[in-house]
Structures are given as C-alpha cells and as structure tokens.
C-alpha cells in the first residue's frame, strides 16, 4: 500500500494544481500592469534624431538677365534624370539631419493615476483568490489522505476478517467430520466467509477510491498516463 505524507501531498498540490497555476499567472500579469502604470507616472524624456539623403532629377539650367532690356534667359547647364537622382541619393551628396527632444511631465496624469489604482485593486483582488485557492487545495489535501489512511485501516480489517472466516470454516469442517458439530455450523460459517469476501472487495474498491482521490488532489491524477494539460492547450 502506499505510503503518502501529508506535507509532501500538499506541496505537490501546490505545484501541479492547475487552478492555482493560473492564480500565479494572474499575479504576473497584475505586477507587470503595476509597473507599467508606475512608469506612466514617471517624467518621460524621449531624444530623437534622424539623417537623410536626397537625390535631385531633372535637368539643370542656369538662368541669366540682360542687362539692358531687363529679360531673363536660360541655358541647359547638364541633363539629369532617374540615374543621377539615385547617384545623388547614395552619394550622400544633400545630406540632412536633425534631432528632437520631447519632455512629457505627467502633472495630474488622471489616466494613469486611474490604471495604477486599478491594477492594485486586481493584485488585492487576485491575492485573496490565490488565498481561497490555498486553503481549498489544502482542505482537499487533507481530507483525501484521512481518506486514504481510513481505506488502508478497513482494507487490513478486512483481510483479517477473511483470514479469520477461513480459518473458521476449515476448523467448522473438520468437526463435521469428525461428527463433533451438525452441518449448520459448516453453512453458517460458508456464509461468513462469503460475507467476508464480499467485504474485503468493498474495501479494496474503497481504497483504489482513496487513491485516486489523493491523486486528484495532488494533481497528479493524468502522471500514469503522460498526460500534461500544458501539451493540450498548446
């Protein structure tokens, strides 16, 4: 029969119980939005820079006055098109650059203020039902291995009622054969040991009960058939 302890059946209920897996989760997530509300209540200074190139197509004229009557004139200089425009582009040749400072100071930030006192009214709330689920996981715990060391105590109970039943019958026989006793006292005693036999099955059942009961308990239950609820809900 196995042997379970209850210190030890308890922390392995806390380690595989899925229900308070999920409890462990949602504290994660409630201090991840505690500080990201924290952070939206900080001064925020952000620097940012950028450098470009450009490249001019077309073609380039030079334009000239007269001087004497005023009129203006131009003259084709060089051709240009898409292949200097890219030559100019990845030559680098008209740079230009920049850069920004941004400075944000949250002054009477109202949504932020409003995120972090959400987030804490989650954590208090998840806190007491990681509470609840401590305490219902351990009353499990605990009512499953009372269970289990009640079976192993009517389970030895009953083998030794079996084992008495034939020894009663056996001794039962023996005065009928020898004429010492009538053939009541070998049917009563038959029907003893079939009482017993039925018993002790009944009390096995409940033992086999027990088991699974502390394994489901435990969470362990799905082990001895390679069974993991995390390959399922992937």
């Known amino acids: ?46 620097l940012t820079g950028f450098y470009l190139s450009s490249g001019l197509g077309g073609n380039q004229y030079s334009l000239n006055a007269n001087p004497t009557t005023g009129a203006i004139t131009s003259q084709l200089v060089s051709r240009g098109g898409l292949g200097s425009s890219f030559n100019q582009l990845f030559g680098f040749g008209f740079p230009g650059y920049g850069a920004t400072l941004t400075l944000n100071l949250p002054v009477k930030n109202r949504a932020a203020q409003s995120e972090m006192g959400s987030a804490l009214t989650s954590r208090h709330r998840n806190l007491y039902s990681a509470q609840q689920v401590r305490e219902q ?31 009663t019958l056996a001794a039962e026989q023996r005065k009928y054969e020898l004429g010492a006793e009538t053939i009541f006292f070998v049917l009563d005693a038959q029907t003893k040991l079939a009482q017993a036999e039925s018993d002790l099955l009944q009390t096995q059942v409940q033992y086999q009960a027990a088991l699974a009961a502390v394994d489901h308990a435990t969470g362990g239950l799905l082990e001895p058939y390679h069974v993991q609820i995390a390959q399922l809900t992937q």
């Open 137 to 167: 996981i351990t009353l499990e715990v605990s009512n499953a291995v009372h269970q289990l060391e009640v079976a192993k105590l009517s389970l030895a109970a009953g083998k030794t009622a079996l084992d008495l039943a034939q020894k």
């Open 1 to 46: 029969m196995r042997k379970i302890d209850a210190a030890a059946a308890l922390k392995d209920a806390l380690a595989k119980r899925p229900e308070f897996e999920a409890v462990r989760e949602a504290l994660a997530n409630d201090d991840t939005s505690i500080r990201l509300a924290h952070n939206h209540l900080e001064p925020d200074l952000a």
